[in-house]
């Protein structure tokens, strides 16, 4: 249960609900480079609409397909870096001791939640996308560090702007 818990704190960061409006609709294929640019203009977006924010977030994906140039270990990784109302993202892996969240996995088994739209009004939605982390953590192909410190909260805001964004 409490891995359980973990994943959703790492995924539900910040307050607020729904699909936030950003300039397109145009998705782009997850953790391509293009994707990466779109990730990088939603946190900066989202920073300034949410200036409390500060935590930083690590993701590695590994088996990356080679489609989308990963280093010769076969991993993609990026860090956001959210304060005072400003974000950055760097293409970069980080010691978990230096991230409030970081989450390492197959980038197949990140692939179901990374494009997955959570509809906060609906209790089975919801179950749905808690349910895909909730395997992936239990079957060891995603595993997520959270700083003692880190002071999260829930929501989905951010997650839904950037999976509205992507597809696979």
């Known amino acids: 249960m409490r891995g359980l818990k973990i994943l959703l704190l790492a995924w539900m960061l910040v307050p607020g609900l729904g699909i936030g409006s950003d300039d397109t609709d145009q998705k782009v294929p997850f953790a391509s480079s293009e994707w990466f640019e779109m990730v990088r203009s939603v946190i900066k977006t989202y920073a300034a609409e949410h200036p409390e924010l500060e935590v930083t977030i690590n993701e590695v994906f590994t088996e990356v397909p080679e489609r989308l140039n990963p280093n010769p270990d076969g991993k993609l990784a990026y860090t956001m870096m959210f304060k005072g109302g400003e974000a950055e993202l760097r293409l970069e892996e980080l010691p978990a001791s230096e991230t409030d969240i970081k989450v390492v996995g197959r980038w197949s088994a990140i692939l179901r939640s990374a494009v997955y739209v959570v ?29 003692p410190d880190f002071k999260g909260s829930g929501g989905n805001e951010l997650h839904n702007r950037i999976a509205a964004r992507t597809k696979p």
């Open 119 to 147: 509809d906060n009004d609906s209790p089975e939605s919801i179950a749905e996308y808690q349910e895909i982390g909730r395997r992936n953590m239990e079957s060891g192909d995603v595993v997520v560090t959270i700083s």
